[in-house]
């Protein structure tokens, strides 16, 4: 009878990890940790936009990430002024410590003078990343 108590509670509380983890997967939020941080064509290999960039980090076995390029690159096609810059966080290992950059895809949102304003981990909803753009332009 224990062993079937301990399995339930198990199951409960993955059950309810899974839940949470799925809920804030991909949401686009203000994080205060980046603290002001500024990237520019150093750090990206890229200029960045003339009113905002958005810029995933990504792996190569990554299946999120490729969902998360496309989503990307049409709202970059949809608004002027907005670049779309991928990066591929294995090669560039000091810039994700750097910004804390915990697992991939990450999608920062910079401002035309390239602050970080939002950050989403996980695929981000199309929605959500416009409404992003939003505060960055």
């Not at 608004?79 to 810039?95: K, Y």
Request: net charge positive; with cysteine; aromatic share 2%.
């Amino acid at each position: 009878m224990t062993g079937l108590v301990v399995c339930m509670v198990v199951l409960a509380l993955a059950s309810a990890y899974g839940v949470l983890h799925q809920r804030r997967s991909g949401r686009v939020r203000v994080r205060g940790r980046d603290g002001g941080k500024r990237l520019g064509a150093a750090e990206l290999g890229e200029e960045i936009g003339e009113r905002a960039t958005l810029v995933q980090f990504s792996s190569a076995f990554c299946a999120p990430c490729r969902a998360t390029r496309r989503v990307l690159a049409e709202v970059a096609g949809m608004v002027p002024g907005v670049s779309h810059v991928e990066i591929d966080a294995e090669d560039h290992l000091d810039l994700v410590r750097d910004l804390g950059i915990l697992k991939t895809p990450t999608v920062l949102v910079l401002d035309a003078e390239g602050k970080i304003v939002r950050r989403a981990t996980g695929q981000p909803r199309r929605a959500d990343v416009i409404a992003a753009l939003g505060e960055a332009v």
